[in-house]
């Protein structure tokens, strides 16, 4: 009985204790405070803009109406968009200084008042913006003066998400702008697969694609047009593991999509004619959650590896391209290596940076006219610059007639860190008119089989002549820099060429060894090879037409 009565006793001053803490917590919600207006459920407020100039109020409002006036100081707190990305696993920018303007930093609660005088933020020019970014605005309330009531910490920061009207471009899978009649040939027009080199291995990816279909058939397995209208797969070049897309499958609502793949089918419904819908597809290595317009919904469980080698827009089967052409558009086509968070697919609905970690290959189907469409995801290391039309008979490497590479030489006594693997570290003296004696002999039309690797192609046919119409080196602040310029070169010639003009220069070669191999082409090779780490190509020449 004692135990239990002491059991009772330690209990009930436990709910003592507890309702004497809770209701100081409670005393403690019931202070006034300051908030940036319009972040109580969310800091992150839409800013439409339409055309520039655009123009946001951002106030601050106090719970209780001032008594006295309140100063409130506001600050541009561009650090805050990168905690914010890290607490919500988003991938926003700060808006560039260029297409910004804020006035009105200093704002004040009048007394008797609730609402601060404003903020002016403007956008004031959307030409710094990139496409495929987006941008927020962040404004933090730095501190207050005049009253005793505190700053919301959650309320603190106010985020503008700059909300742009983007006309993208789009491809037509037929060849009208409106619903076609169905007759076998006059569709059909854009539906092929793209083989790639080289395998991706996917265990975990995100697929992500525009589409919009202008009208939904009906029929059977008998019609032609039957009521199916593929538009995408991403696989591998067997299709042992492809996931696709395609509306109408026989046995469900024409207006139906159907998500095919190795992980089974899954079917989301209720999609509208003539209306955009952004589909993506995001695989963590056990679910597969399909998102329509970045809501949640529907999903297929189990383990598969995507072997990504094989795209395809349409259906590109024989007879299947006009029984199950895709009759509308599609747009944004996407492939990641990692299986993209909520709050990331819902920022890419309108479209992504190029540069985004984790983006393989991208699709923006802008080019137009013609019949390649070209990957948007280029390494940091490659820009395009420039671009023309060609003739189809065209080759990047066989239409060439002249290339100019340069080769780098590093010959200070400790290589800078800046150029490891940029230039070849020879720290050893190098004799400059030496150097030039050398690279002159190479230059006029030679034989220069010693001067080649083998690819193991070769034949009794093959030309190993080529004519080299500049051989030449200029001084660098921390060595030198060769130029060779001809109409061709072979396997590895710059770098035997390089290895073998250093050799002499330092003295380890004779120069008459030059004329030996360029004279008797067939008996040896050079054995002086230049590392990889200095050779650039720096221009291919081609014909003028």
């Known amino acids: 009985m004692k135990k239990k009565l002491y059991l009772g006793l330690t209990l009930i001053s436990l709910l003592c204790a507890l309702m004497v803490v809770t209701s100081c917590q409670k005393a403690n919600f019931g202070k006034d405070i300051i908030l940036a207006t319009g972040t109580e459920v969310t800091p992150l407020v839409k800013f439409a803009v339409a055309g520039t100039p655009a123009t946001y109020s951002v106030t601050a409002t106090s719970t209780a109406k001032a008594t006295e006036d309140i100063t409130i100081t506001w600050a541009l707190d561009t650090a805050a968009v990168a905690a914010y990305n890290k607490a919500n696993t988003t991938a926003y920018f700060c808006a560039p200084d260029a297409a910004i303007n804020i006035a009105g930093l200093s704002t004040v609660i009048k007394a008797g008042a609730s609402a601060s005088t404003p903020v002016t933020v403007t956008i004031i020019s959307t030409s710094p913006l990139k496409d495929g970014r987006s941008y927020l605005i962040p404004l933090t309330i730095t501190s207050i003066s005049g009253t005793g009531m505190n700053v919301l910490e959650s309320s603190r920061t106010i985020f503008l998400r700059i909300a742009r009207i983007i006309s993208f471009p789009a491809v037509s899978m037929n060849n009208s702008t409106s619903g076609t009649t169905g007759t076998p040939g006059t569709r059909g027009h854009f539906n092929a697969a793209a083989i790639f080199a080289n395998t991706i291995p996917l265990p975990n990816f995100t697929f992500e694609i525009k589409n919009l279909c202008y009208a939904f058939r009906g029929g059977d397995g008998n019609s032609n047009p039957m009521p199916i209208q593929s538009f995408v797969d991403w696989g591998d070049l067997m299709e042992t593991a492809t996931f696709g897309w395609r509306y109408g499958e026989l046995g469900s609502p024409n207006n139906a999509c159907e998500l095919t793949g190795p992980l089974g089918a899954a079917y989301v419904y209720g999609f509208n004619a ?272």
């Open 274 to 545: 003539n209306q955009w819908y952004m589909m993506s597809l995001a695989y963590d290595g056990n679910t597969c959650m399909i998102y329509v317009d970045g809501v949640p919904s529907g999903s297929v469980t189990g383990s598969t590896v995507i072997n990504f080698n094989r795209m395809q827009f349409g259906q590109a089967w024989d007879g299947y391209d006009t029984k199950e052409y895709f009759n509308g558009r599609v747009a944004e086509c996407r492939v990641w290596n990692r299986c993209l968070t909520p709050s990331e697919i819902k920022l890419n609905l309108c479209g992504a940076d190029p540069g985004s970690p984790g983006l393989v290959c991208y699709w923006k189907l802008n080019e137009g006219t013609g019949t390649i469409f070209h990957n948007t995801k280029l390494p940091p290391s490659i820009r395009v610059t420039a671009c023309e039309p060609v003739p189809d008979s065209f080759h990047a490497r066989f239409s060439a007639i002249g290339k100019t590479y340069c080769y780098d030489l590093c010959t200070t006594p400790v290589l800078p860190p800046f150029r490891a693997g940029f230039a070849w570290h020879l720290p050893q003296l190098l004799d400059s008119d030496t150097l030039a004696l050398a690279l002159g002999k190479f230059v006029g039309r030679h034989d220069f089989r010693a001067f080649a690797a083998f690819r193991g192609n070769e034949t009794a046919a093959t030309d190993y002549h080529r004519t080299l119409h500049e051989a030449s080196h200029t001084v660098l602040g921390d060595g030198y820099r060769l130029l060779f310029r001809g109409n061709g070169f072979l396997f590895r010639m710059v770098r035997l060429l390089t290895g073998t003009a250093v050799a002499v220069a330092q003295g380890r070669l004779e120069l008459s060894e030059i004329d030996r191999l360029l004279t008797n082409p067939g008996r040896d090779k050079t054995r002086h090879c230049a590392p990889p780490d200095g050779l650039y190509l720096v221009e291919v020449a081609y014909p003028a037409d």
